[in-house]
Structures are given as structure tokens and as C-alpha cells.
Nanobody, 119 residues
Framework: QVQLVESGGGLVQAGGSLRLSCAASGSIFSIDDMGWYRQAPGKQRELVAVVTSGGSTNYADSVKGRFTISRDNAKITVYLQMNSLKAEDTAVYYC?????????????WGQGTQVTVSS
């Protein structure tokens, strides 16, 4: 099992910045990808950004150029630096850790942290 603990959410004005952190514990040797998803009220959970164990990254088009994901493999922690925040970034942000294996990848989730951007 993998446990994920998020921190860093809050209320910020449009144009501002926030940094989310997610620390993993437990069976951390099994983690491959780590990432962030978000879910706004009435909407489905969507990918924000992901970083592989090798450091490759992928971003949702809506956050490219504004958000940066990074990973500290020694601390098994993933960060999401969010700049130039917009009202539409308001959502609950969830940390994700993924382990690839058979028969299917296994996903672990944090409890979520609220990010609210006021316009």
C-alpha cells in the first residue's frame, strides 16, 4: 500500500501562485508515475500533470506554461507549482501515484486539497 498526504492548497487571487506538495509513504519502492488531478464541482476528475520515475512530464493543455510538476525521488514527494492562477483552476486537487504491473496499473490517491482562485 501507498499513502499520500497533500498540502499547500488554499485561497488565492487570480494571477497569484500556489505550491502543492504530496509526500508518499508505505510501499514507495513500487511507485512509477506521480501526478496531480483535479475535480471541479459538477465536473469529472481530470489530469493536470504527471511525472514519471525517469523525470518525463506531461501537462494538460489548460495548464501548460503556468504549472510545473517536479519530483524528489529521495523524499518520494511530488510538487505542483501553480503560477498565473485563473478562476477556472478552482478545484479539489488530488495527488496520484501509479504502479504499473499485471493485470493492470494500480492507482493510489491522496485525500485532496482545495484550491480556490478568486477573480
Amino acid at each position: 500500500q501507498v499513502q499520500l498526504v497533500e498540502s499547500g492548497g488554499g485561497l488565492v487571487q487570480a494571477g497569484g501562485s500556489l505550491r502543492l506538495s504530496c509526500a508518499a509513504s508505505g510501499s514507495i519502492f513500487s511507485i512509477d508515475d506521480m501526478g496531480w488531478y483535479r475535480q471541479a464541482p459538477g465536473k469529472q476528475r481530470e489530469l493536470v500533470a504527471v511525472v514519471t520515475s525517469g523525470g518525463s512530464t506531461n501537462y494538460a493543455d489548460s495548464v501548460k506554461g503556468r504549472f510545473t510538476i517536479s519530483r524528489d525521488n529521495a523524499k518520494i514527494t511530488v510538487y505542483l507549482q501553480m503560477n498565473s492562477l485563473k478562476a477556472e483552476d478552482t478545484a479539489v486537487y488530488y495527488c496520484n501515484a501509479r504502479r504499473y504491473g499485471s493485470p493492470a496499473p494500480r492507482n493510489y490517491w491522496g485525500q485532496g486539497t482545495q484550491v480556490t482562485v478568486s477573480s
